[in-house]
């Protein structure tokens, strides 16, 4: 059966103007890379979001950016943030009890439902492990409903490896569950892989039948990766599915600069299949 | 039913007094929509204002809530809520569908917008069909009739006995039986118009459709300045930014127009950006007029305004595009893909 991917919902109760929400906690990945858990100010959940949602979360006096909500716990939703911009820089002074601005969700979601059943590859490079972990903790949290699960992940070093504790001590523990990690370029206390993501994942003899694979990373990440999974592995279009990334302002499909053809990433998507990216002027982007 | 056109000036008095009315008018050196006053002459014979009514409801910026910290340190984000009675006076065909265009934007596909939705409510659009055309016009190759807005909620048609008024929605009856007193029978004879620049709109959809790669968009880029002038000037592009402006304890989070002809449109984090060039900015913006909106809205985004093509600095002429791309060969595209395929 094919895999049917929902777009254009609404699910949004704020369409523009943001909420006041407060930090709960703030968790360091990386040297660059934080994770943010946001509730009301009176400590609930500011919303429930699905695998792949995104919001826009603003530091309120520098501007707002859109995240896929990462994680979410009873009484927050976390947003892991890479400091490589004006807003984020200024997120990462953000600390426990500081305000913030948050409007969602956004967009559609992962195909949950229609994936039950079949295996999963999870295929992330750096921070584009964040987009991925709000269904692979899905997955696991549903972990009966589903086959064989694999991650290949890759980073520049070790230090650049997000949820490493995830990686390393909490997903394996799960039945049937495979983590492959990868890094560039080799640094002193890192004895795994060094090799690019797309032959590593050619490696690793991982066959299409019966799985789907969710691809999330960098223009380069996604290229080749795409190309090892449709031309190598030999994946059809229909059974890749990717969340993309565009600058975004409003997160309603009416500001205008996300669009890629017809479609807007914030609106109808950012969640796509290889097979609907074929239809649509992608290669540019 | 006729307005006199002596009874004008008392007509726009009487809808002065209960909103906000906005009329063609000659302002300094240039022309636009006007707030009316006792004493205004509005400008009806002039075809189109240089710049568009869509400032009444998609302002050049719009505050959109205030933000900041109380006495007791607590945040706060209040919204900012405006619209007033308007009444558009006077407006064109093409711009009368501009609105149309940006209606399908702003209150459809799920997310009726907050900003938007309270002033087109409160809008009134009285539409005045064209009595003259200018050379830069060219709505009926877009599928328009200079001679007929069919969405406006009423329609002024202009004879030489005075204003022929016709209401076409129900918004239009109500403000037409509250208009009854400076009313009269009788209808207006002019003759119909038509433009004088013509395109031929046949099958440049499906071409488009076919021609995301293709060299023409390099050759008609080339002298685009990216100045966005076209953008700024056009009555359907409502492309908007966010941003802020901070003051010490009290900050404000607006939108205000922005434009696809910019590099940092779409200029993300981290550098990266899909249309970092100018061929694919000047791709992204007659693709979204002539073919993206098509497919989304089922309208094609150009009303044939002209203003574009009278303000270019560099001519880059809508109208000529077309004529290129109903002369060009689709499958040149096909060599450009094969060429990168090779790496070329």
């Known amino acids: ?285 | 039913m006729l307005l006199a056109k002596d009874r004008l000036p008392q007509l726009l008095d009487h809808l002065a007094a209960q909103a906000r009315v906005y009329v063609p008018a000659r302002v300094g050196e240039d022309t636009r929509f006007a707030l009316y006053s006792s004493g205004l002459e509005p400008d009806f014979e002039m075809v189109n204002t240089s710049l568009p009514p869509k400032d009444l409801l998609f302002p050049q910026a719009q505050s959109m809530y205030r933000y900041g910290f109380d006495d007791n340190g607590t945040p706060f984000i209040d919204p900012v809520h405006d619209s007033d009675n308007t009444v558009l006076f006077g407006v064109r065909p093409c711009d009368v569908q501009s609105i149309a265009c940006m209606d399908d934007v702003f209150l459809t596909m799920g997310y009726e917008d907050e900003f938007y939705a309270p002033k087109r409510e409160k809008l009134l659009i009285v539409a005045l069909v064209c009595n003259n055309v200018a050379e830069s016009c060219f709505c009926d190759s877009m599928g328009l009739d200079p001679n007929s807005a069919p969405y406006a909620d009423i329609q002024l048609r202009q004879g030489s006995e005075g204003f022929e008024i016709v209401a076409q929605t129900e918004k239009g009856q109500a403000a037409l039986s509250d208009w009854k007193s400076f009313l009269s029978d009788g209808t207006a004879t002019r003759d119909n118009v038509s433009c004088t620049l013509k395109v031929d709109m046949t099958g440049i959809k499906d071409k488009l459709d076919e021609m995301y790669e293709h060299p023409i968009w390099d050759r008609i880029s080339k002298k685009c300045l990216t100045c966005g002038t076209c953008t700024y000037v056009c009555p359907t592009c409502h492309c908007f930014d966010i941003s802020q402006e901070n003051r010490m304890k009290l900050g404000e989070r607006f939108r205000s127009w922005d434009s696809c002809m910019f590099s940092n449109y779409t200029e993300m984090a981290g550098h990266h950006n899909p249309r970092a060039g100018k061929q694919p900015r000047v791709r992204q913006r007659f693709l979204h007029k002539l073919c993206f909106f098509e497919d989304r809205y089922g309208k094609t985004l150009c009303v044939g305004c002209g203003r574009c093509v009278e303000k270019c600095p560099v001519a880059l002429d809508i109208t000529v595009l077309i004529d290129q791309i109903g002369a060009a060969d689709v499958a040149e595209g096909a060599e450009v893909l094969e060429g990168a395929a090779h790496g070329n």
């Not at chain 1, 520049?156 to 001590?169: A, G, P, V």
């Open chain 1, 1 to 285: 059966m094919a895999i049917e991917i929902e777009h254009g919902h609404v699910r949004a109760k704020e369409q523009l103007v943001p909420i006041a929400c407060k930090v709960a906690a703030v968790s360091e990945e990386t040297s660059d890379v934080k994770a943010f858990r946001i509730q009301t100010l009176d400590g609930k959940k500011p919303f429930e979001a699905l695998p792949g949602q995104t919001a826009m979360l603003s530091v309120i006096p520098y501007g707002e950016c859109m995240f896929c909500v990462s994680s979410q716990g009873e009484d927050y939703v976390e947003f892991t943030v890479k400091k490589v911009g004006y807003v984020t820089e200024r997120m990462h002074f953000l600390s426990v009890g500081d305000s913030v601005g948050l409007r969602g969700p956004y967009g559609n979601w992962f195909p949950y439902e229609d994936m039950k059943g079949k295996d999963i590859l999870f295929i992330g490079g750096g921070i584009g492990l964040a987009p991925l972990r709000s269904l692979l903790t899905y997955v696991l949290d549903h972990r009966e409903d589903y086959g064989r699960v694999d991650l290949v992940y890759s980073g520049s070093t070790k230090d650049d490896l997000i949820f490493l504790n995830d990686i390393e001590n909490v997903w394996p523990t799960y039945p049937n569950t495979h983590m492959h990690v990868s890094v560039y370029k080799g640094t002193e206390g890192w004895d795994g892989e060094v090799c690019y993501t797309a032959p590593f994942l050619e490696s690793l003899g991982i066959e299409p039948e019966g799985r789907i694979a969710v691809l999330c990373g960098g223009p380069s990440l996604f290229r080749t990766c795409l190309h090892s999974l449709l031309e190598k592995v030999g994946f059809p279009p229909g059974d890749i599915i990717t969340t993309l990334e565009m600058k975004m302002k409003c997160g309603i499909g009416k500001c205008g600069r996300c669009n890629i053809g017809s479609k807007y990433i914030c609106l109808d998507g950012p969640v796509f299949s290889m097979a609907e990216l074929e239809d649509m002027p992608w290669g540019a982007h």
